[in-house]
């Protein structure tokens, strides 16, 4: 059965804004998930949610994008204030990158390092995610400075760092939904948990 589709734009949004696409899916029975398509926002909720929950979620979902695009803010002097301080936190001071920049050219890694030269690149993808997933991210790279493969020292490492799970299992859930859509439980019982993905290690380590 395909899914019942309706247009129209957001509640509460100006002339300007983006219009929404709602799509009613007869398979999705919790979430309710939301990304950008070109000039519109696309809102994906399950098919038996009544109008009345759907203009709530339509606007919250809404709103929870443009909190997330306005993170993306962050520019690499802060990036590498970031890992400092992260460094100083969790690794004792340990890791020094010598240079911490945003990258485009990772579409199959949230991130990377190279010991041999101190250098960290953070996919661009990274940028609008939760504080405590880039948190998760810029750790992960700062541990490899320390420890280049991904053994039982670098994982104790990371153990410092308390919300490590849930953000590997943020990234997880993130890398399945379609253009990394923003996605909550309908039910009212918060985001997805999903499980870790797998990682490789080499020389120029990656999450």
Known sequence: MAADRTDRPAAGTGPTDPAVEVRRSPRRRRTVSAYREGD???VLIPAQMSAKEEERWVRAMVERLERRERRSALDE???ARRA???SA???????RPV???WVSNQAARWGSCTPVDGTIRISDRVRSLPDYVVDYVL????AHLLVPNHGPAFWNLLAAYPRTERARGYLEGYARSPHGAEEEDGQGHGEDEDVDDAMGGD?????
């Open 40 to 42: 519109r926002t696309v």
């Open 77 to 79: 002097p802060e990036l």
């Open 84 to 86: 400092a301080v992260l």
């Open 89 to 95: 936190q969790y690794l004792g001071g340990k890791a």
């Open 99 to 101: 240079s911490v920049r």
């Open 139 to 142: 750790l992960h790279e700062l």
């Open 203 to 207: 020389e120029s380590a990656a999450v």
